[in-house]
């Protein structure tokens, strides 16, 4: 979780890419599905459970207050929850790594039972914002102390019973949303959250799958979602499916290295988290969905990606929420794409593991490609189809999605890209590096 020495990697001009390659379970799913089975009563299955580091904190706090996880298999893991109300006292600090779902999601949790946590974390995540979960929860009776600005460390004490709130998001955010729901899952009566603007709703849609009495209406005031508290969740048997968010490296690798072609099987496509797919569509990307199928209750398809040229666009910031980790990477899409491509409305990437705009805009600056930063996004100026210069050290501070997407930019760069440190990788995509190997045939 704390990654000692760093890993550089360099990387090269490739060939195309061939062959089909299988993405790890969704993240976002994969944190929800340990969460909800901890508080089921009784034994819950989850197959294709992302191991990557950020979800495997989420096991370990999750163990720490009273609940038993065992690995039986390669993503099967099993799990025999507490009960809502049954989390225990940890007996130590959670130590959350790089995840932000993590943290804010089971400050969510601890908000509305008798117990006190201490949440740690890494030089990235003891940077990221703690405030928005800070206040929801404190109007719901939960006592925070937080570090200066709202940062880890952060000790939360529950309140039990806590105060069920209406509470309006001020920012697009599915983890403010879940800390709200989890929160009212063990409050009396009904908590509701206000989203102005749609973001990812695997919450809802596994809360009422675990039995929780959930509702969601479109209101003009936005998706109103209410969740009737002390609820009894039943055990389930889940499947994970593929993370839209790890297929969207070979989505873009693909369609920018000449001659390749990837299928990448069963990927999630949930349109609260499809928008870079849209995206690149609009880019004359060349993206075949095939046997379109429901699995674990969300949308997935295989998708066929070709190498094709791409054309610039202004990416509609109504896709941000839908694409928001996608951001880095389809920057690096914009850099080989002929014209300008402009991408607004993404201010919350200042906030993420980096700031990945400002991380982007150094890592792909470096590479000779043409940008322009604003507050709240990116202008590219693409080479339309030819190698960027590339030639440069990338620094991945921390960050798995800025190492990730300039592994991606080097695979058509005329020099080698060296990032300073691969290891974040692991938080979210553990097998990245062999899967590519893979499809350049190594
Ligand atoms: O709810 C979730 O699982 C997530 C929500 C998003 O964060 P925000 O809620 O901060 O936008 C996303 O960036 C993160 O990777 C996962
Ligand atoms: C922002 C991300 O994750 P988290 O907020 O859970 O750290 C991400 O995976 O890109």
Not at 8 to 31: F, M, N, Q, W, Y
Not at 56 to 79: H, K, N
Not at 362 to 382: I, P, R, S, Y
């Given at each position: 979780?704390?990654?000692?020495?760093?890993?550089?990697?360099?990387?090269?001009?490739?060939?195309?890419?061939?062959?089909r390659?299988?993405v790890?379970?969704?993240?976002?799913?994969?944190?929800?599905?340990?969460?909800?089975?901890?508080?089921?009563?009784?034994?819950?299955?989850?197959?294709?459970?992302?191991?990557?580091?950020?979800?495997?904190?989420?096991?370990?706090a999750?163990?720490?207050?009273?609940?038993?996880?065992?690995?039986?298999?390669?993503?099967?893991?099993?799990?025999?929850?507490?009960?809502?109300?049954?989390?225990?006292?940890?007996?130590?600090?959670?130590?959350?790594?790089?995840?932000?779902?993590?943290?804010?999601?089971?400050?969510?949790?601890i908000?509305?039972?008798?117990?006190?946590?201490?949440?740690?974390?890494?030089?990235?995540?003891?940077?990221?914002?703690?405030?928005?979960?800070?206040e929801p929860l404190?109007?719901?009776?939960?006592?925070?102390?937080?570090?200066?600005?709202?940062?880890l460390?952060?000790m939360?004490?529950?309140?039990n019973?806590?105060?069920?709130?209406?509470?309006t998001?001020?920012?697009?955010?599915?983890?403010?949303?879940?800390?709200?729901?989890?929160?009212?899952?063990?409050?009396?009566?009904?908590?509701?959250?206000?989203?102005p603007?749609?973001?990812?709703?695997?919450?809802?849609?596994?809360?009422?799958?675990?039995?929780?009495?959930?509702?969601?209406?479109?209101?003009?005031?936005?998706?109103?979602i209410?969740?009737?508290?002390?609820?009894?969740?039943?055990?389930?048997?889940?499947?994970?499916?593929?993370?839209?968010s790890s297929?969207?490296?070979?989505?873009?690798?693909?369609?920018?290295?000449?001659?390749?072609?990837v299928?990448?099987?069963?990927?999630?496509?949930?349109?609260?988290?499809?928008?870079?797919?849209?995206?690149?569509?609009?880019?004359?990307?060349?993206?075949?969905?095939?046997?379109?199928?429901?699995?674990?209750?969300?949308?997935?398809?295989?998708?066929?990606?070709?190498?094709?040229?791409?054309?610039?666009?202004?990416?509609?910031?109504?896709?941000?929420?839908?694409?928001?980790?996608?951001?880095p990477?389809?920057?690096?899409?914009?850099?080989?794409?002929?014209?300008?491509?402009?991408?607004?409305?993404?201010?919350?990437?200042?906030?993420?593991?980096?700031?990945?705009?400002?991380?982007?805009?150094?890592?792909?600056?470096?590479?000779?490609?043409?940008?322009?930063?604003?507050?709240?996004?990116?202008a590219?100026?693409?080479?339309?189809?030819?190698?960027?210069?590339?030639?440069?050290t990338i620094?991945s501070?921390?960050?798995h999605?800025?190492?990730?997407?300039?592994?991606?930019?080097?695979?058509?760069?005329?020099?080698?890209?060296?990032?300073?440190?691969?290891?974040?990788?692991?938080?979210?995509?553990?097998?990245?590096?062999?899967?590519?190997?893979?499809?350049?045939?190594?």
């Amino acid at each position: 979780m704390s990654h000692s020495a760093p890993q550089p990697i360099e990387i090269s001009a490739s060939d195309a890419l061939k062959g089909r390659v299988t993405v790890p379970g969704d993240k976002s799913i994969s944190h929800r599905s340990l969460m909800l089975s901890g508080l089921a009563v009784g034994e819950s299955r989850i197959e294709g459970l992302l191991e990557g580091e950020d979800v495997l904190a989420t096991a370990a706090a999750m163990r720490t207050m009273g609940v038993t996880i065992e690995r039986s298999g390669d993503g099967i893991w099993r799990v025999w929850g507490v009960g809502v109300g049954g989390l225990l006292q940890p007996g130590q600090a959670l130590e959350m790594g790089n995840s932000g779902t993590s943290t804010r999601l089971l400050a969510g949790l601890i908000a509305s039972h008798p117990i006190t946590a201490t949440f740690t974390g890494d030089a990235s995540l003891s940077k990221r914002p703690m405030g928005r979960v800070i206040e929801p929860l404190s109007l719901m009776g939960a006592d925070i102390t937080a570090s200066p600005g709202g940062r880890l460390p952060m000790m939360v004490r529950g309140m039990n019973p806590a105060v069920p709130i209406e509470y309006t998001l001020p920012v697009a955010s599915a983890q403010v949303k879940s800390a709200v729901l989890l929160a009212g899952l063990n409050t009396p009566g009904i908590t509701r959250v206000i989203e102005p603007v749609a973001t990812r709703d695997h919450s809802e849609r596994m809360l009422a799958g675990f039995g929780a009495t959930l509702t969601v209406e479109p209101t003009n005031r936005g998706r109103v979602i209410s969740i009737t508290g002390e609820a009894e969740l039943k055990p389930q048997d889940i499947v994970v499916p593929g993370d839209p968010s790890s297929a969207a490296f070979w989505a873009v690798a693909a369609s920018i290295v000449p001659g390749s072609e990837v299928t990448i099987a069963n990927v999630g496509l949930n349109p609260t988290r499809a928008g870079l797919f849209t995206a690149l569509h609009m880019m004359g990307a060349d993206i075949t969905e095939v046997d379109p199928r429901t699995v674990g209750g969300e949308p997935v398809a295989d998708l066929i990606v070709r190498h094709a040229p791409l054309t610039a666009i202004d990416v509609p910031p109504d896709l941000a929420p839908s694409m928001i980790d996608e951001y880095p990477v389809l920057f690096v899409a914009a850099a080989f794409a002929q014209g300008r491509s402009v991408a607004r409305g993404a201010h919350e990437l200042r906030v993420k593991e980096s700031d990945r705009i400002a991380a982007m805009v150094a890592a792909l600056g470096a590479c000779g490609v043409v940008l322009e930063e604003f507050e709240d996004g990116l202008a590219v100026t693409g080479t339309g189809g030819d190698p960027i210069p590339g030639g440069a050290t990338i620094a991945s501070l921390l960050d798995h999605r800025i190492a990730m997407a300039m592994t991606v930019a080097g695979l058509h760069a005329k020099a080698p890209i060296t990032i300073d440190d691969a290891a974040p990788v692991a938080t979210s995509y553990p097998t990245f590096f062999a899967t590519l190997e893979e499809l350049q045939g190594k």
